[in-house]
């Protein structure tokens, strides 16, 4: 009998070790599939974006829109949410965008008169947007009329396009609004990547709606290079980052990259994306609007 009770100890000994060494192998197992294999909880994008681009007239502006799609895409990624692009502006129509949280401007604006009457809906209805350079661009006469007070005057509030440096340089940009979160964790000024700089038609600081986030710090005076007299800025204020409060927007004045025009190359010279600080601002910006628009 003792014989029996210790074989049958021991035998129960070594079945519950072996039990015990299966239960950590499968745990073990299993942490490392969810390494591998993120759960579920991540697996739905954490909001849509969608930028409209023409890219057709100027090689800058082109040269701009492949890189920021370039860019973009790669934040999406690394970032967990979805971009897309088209030069399809009939793409913005109420159904289209209904489910998007975020459109982009790249370098134009919307002329059909239903395109406009849809993005202005979506952005009265609770929607975001973010704009580059050319997309607030508006001179009369010229293939880009002001003819769309409410984008102009009001949404942007900058109306009309005035003047503008060259050759495309960098700048020193100061942060006006640090508790913006778009602006956090940046530098109180910082070097952008070379741009062709705007002035604009009506006084920024004046709207009553308009908060400037960024503007060109008076270190960078002399601005561009010329040839021409007035293409060099050497006094002035010049914002170039600002929000409108009454809608979830953010307009960037950066977008055009410096070409080889004199050389007759016509490739790029200078890229958008070339600061780190300018890019953190950029994806800052792009995650509160995703973020906040699915919020509200």
């Known amino acids: ?83 897309d692009s088209t030069r399809n502006w009939g793409r913005l129509h109420p159904d289209s965008v209904k489910n998007i949280d975020v459109v982009i401007f790249l370098d134009t604006r919307p002329e059909a008169e239903a395109q406009r009457n849809a993005f202005e809906h979506y952005m009265k209805n609770g929607g975001a947007w973010m704009g580059f350079h050319f997309s607030a661009f508006a001179l009369t006469p010229s293939a880009y009329p002001q003819n769309w007070d409410w984008y102009h005057q ?25 508790e913006h979160l778009a602006m956090q964790g940046l530098p109180s000024t910082f070097p952008s990547a070379p741009n062709e700089w705007y002035r604009w038609e009506n006084d920024l600081r004046q709207q ?68 780190e600080a300018q890019n953190r601002m950029i994806l800052n910006g792009l995650l509160w609007l995703g973020r906040a628009s699915l919020a509200n």
């Open 154 to 178: 009001e949404f942007l509030g900058s109306g009309a396009y005035k003047s503008n440096t060259w050759r495309p340089t960098s700048a020193i940009l100061r942060v006006e609004q640090p």
């Open 1 to 83: 009998m003792k014989n029996t009770f210790e074989n049958t100890f021991f035998v129960n000994r070594h079945l519950r070790l072996a039990i015990l060494g299966c239960a950590v192998i499968f745990a073990l197992l299993q942490i490392s599939c969810k390494a591998l294999h993120p759960t579920n909880q991540h697996s739905k994008p954490a909001f849509q974006v969608l930028g409209f681009y023409t890219a057709q007239a100027d090689l800058a502006h082109i040269s701009f829109v492949h890189e920021a799609n370039t860019w973009l895409a790669n934040m999406a990624r690394l970032h967990h949410f979805t971009y």
């Open 208 to 275: 009553p709606d308009i908060e400037v986030l960024v503007s060109i710090d008076p270190s960078s005076f002399p601005l561009g290079t010329g040839p021409k007299a007035h293409e060099i800025w050497h006094e002035g204020d010049y914002p170039v980052v600002w929000t409108n409060r009454k809608y979830r927007m953010l307009y960037f004045n950066m977008g055009h990259n410096d070409m080889d025009y004199e050389g007759g190359t016509n490739r790029a010279l200078s890229g958008s994306f070339q600061s």
